[in-house]
Nanobody, 124 residues
């Protein structure tokens, strides 16, 4: 059974960094686009970043552009999200997701597989 498991969340001060990992198991996701989403309390789930199957194409939400970097290691079936210059407004549960579409998409409904999420808290 395909499964995505996030790790690397935690508590960090504003201006700090965290690196999230998403380990996939049960199938190979090398042909899938992978994305990161986040959801803060009382808010809808929002797109953060996505990377294509080829590892060449990436897309970012304007709010994280220049601070976050998405990458993938298909040999390890793992996707990463390097988060730098964190701000209190980045506080949320971060979810990893996989989409069978080859085009990068920001729409949660186009992602087929989801992880359980990892909490990121940024203190001011």
């Amino acid at each position: 059974q395909a499964q995505l498991v996030e790790s690397g969340g935690g508590l960090v001060q504003a201006g700090g960094s965290l690196r999230l990992s998403c380990a996939a198991s049960g199938r190979t996701f090398s042909s899938y686009a992978m994305g990161w989403f986040r959801q803060a309390p009382g808010k809808e789930r929002e797109f953060v970043a996505a990377i294509g199957a080829s590892d060449v194409n990436t897309n970012y939400a304007n709010s994280v552009k220049g601070r976050f970097t998405i990458s993938r290691d298909n040999a390890k079936n793992t996707v990463y999200l390097q988060m730098n210059i964190l701000k209190p407004e980045d506080t949320a549960v971060y979810y990893c997701a996989a989409s069978p579409l080859r085009i990068l998409t920001m729409t949660p409904g186009t992602y087929t597989y989801w992880g359980q999420g990892t909490q990121v808290t940024v203190s001011s």
